[in-house]
């Protein structure tokens, strides 16, 4: 089977000949992977790993961009500035001020940089993912409700303004909505049905429970996502949830609103046992990720990483896309990488 069948397969609750394994990867463990297989291009790397890798795809932006400052080394087309940091082996990107901070209700729409949503490069996406869809499964793009909001006000800001601000919440959410929504109507024109996945990413939970409670979640989210998952099943795409943490307690939610896939199962977290959450929404979900990146890739030998995988595969069974369940960090060995996809390889 080619990596985009055993992908669709397993969304379709198809046969395959072996369950799917995918990585997600921070540059610096890219670079490695690299040099381990004397490739030199990511499509490349993904057939030398003999990964089943979800493609991602997102359009260029061409519109007005913020002026840099002297510390940002860049910019989002939300108006952010980030600056580089240098953590150990790694390099990260770091917000600076909140560009939307300052805002009031009556001075929303005065924003200079809301994106303009027909000026990404959608013929360009659209031919990329056609091109990919010939061997992998695409997903894309990275689409967001509340993470662009508390990047746009601060993280601090925004869970205040969702008691103290509710209106102001409302009013930006629904242009984060609006923009994107319009951006998703493009893409579709431009992928056909090579698109197999959209990205919707809301962390909702840390590492002890939500972030924000269900209600709220109810009240300011649920609409907003519901008609995304629509629009994206309209156009015979599924939906691809990312929500770090423990967030049991609304997965039933978002199996009511229409995720296809939950990503990315951090099992170490309350509430996120894996055979529980197979027995409980394994019928609905197909899941995503489960391999511990915080402790076990980056920290343990090879043999527990592929008890990890093992443990993995036997809990969440047929419907699952086993990967790094995040960003596999700078600084990870090559061989607890490999450990995990063989395991998966050769069950």
């Known amino acids: 089977m080619t990596p985009r069948e055993r992908i669709l397969n397993t969304l379709n609750r ?35 790993l003999g990964l089943d890798k979800w493609a991602w795809v997102n359009p260029a932006y061409t519109g007005l961009l913020v002026p840099k400052t002297p510390e940002a080394t860049s910019v989002s087309h939300w108006g952010q500035q980030f600056k580089t940091i240098q953590s150990g082996p790694a390099t990260y990107l770091e917000q600076l001020a909140a560009p ?17 949503p027909a000026k990404f490069d959608y013929p360009a996406m659209g031919a990329q993912t056609k091109h990919l869809a010939q061997e992998f499964a695409t997903l894309g793009p990275w689409i967001s409700l509340f993470e662009i909001y508390c990047g746009l006000r601060g993280l601090e800001q925004a869970m205040m303004d969702l008691v103290l601000e509710p209106e102001f919440v409302a009013a930006a959410l629904d242009r984060i909505d609006a923009i994107q929504t319009a951006m998703l109507e493009n893409i579709f024109a431009h992928t056909g049905d090579a698109l197999d996945a959209v990205f919707i990413s809301d962390d909702m939970g840390s590492q002890q429970g939500l972030l924000i409670s269900p209600a709220t979640w109810e009240e300011f989210f649920r609409p907003r996502f519901k008609r995304w998952c629509d629009l994206i099943h309209a156009h015979g795409a599924k939906v691809f949830h990312h929500t770090d943490g423990a967030v049991r307690p609304l997965i039933q939610r978002y199996i009511e609103i229409g995720v296809d896939v939950l990503n990315p199962i951090q099992h170490i977290c309350p509430g996120m046992d894996m055979a529980a959450l197979k027995r409980d929404f394994g019928a609905q979900l197909v899941f995503h990720g489960g391999v511990d990146t915080q402790d076990v890739l980056p920290f ?10 093992r443990a993995c595969l036997e809990a969440l069974g047929a419907g699952f896309i086993c ?25």
């Open 100 to 116: 939307l901070a300052g805002y009031t209700l009556e001075t929303l729409a005065d924003y200079p940089y809301w994106p303009d």
């Open 14 to 48: 198809k046969s395959v000949d072996r369950p799917p394994v995918d990585i997600w990867y921070v540059g610096e463990v890219l670079q490695a992977l690299y040099q381990h297989t004397g490739t030199d291009n990511e499509q490349a790397l993904w057939r030398a």
């Open 323 to 347: 990967c790094s369940c995040h960003n596999i960090q700078a600084g990870t060995p090559v061989d607890n990488i490999l450990a995990m996809i063989d395991t998966v390889q050769t069950q």
């Open 300 to 309: 343990r030998d090879p043999a527990t990483v592929r008890a990890e995988t």
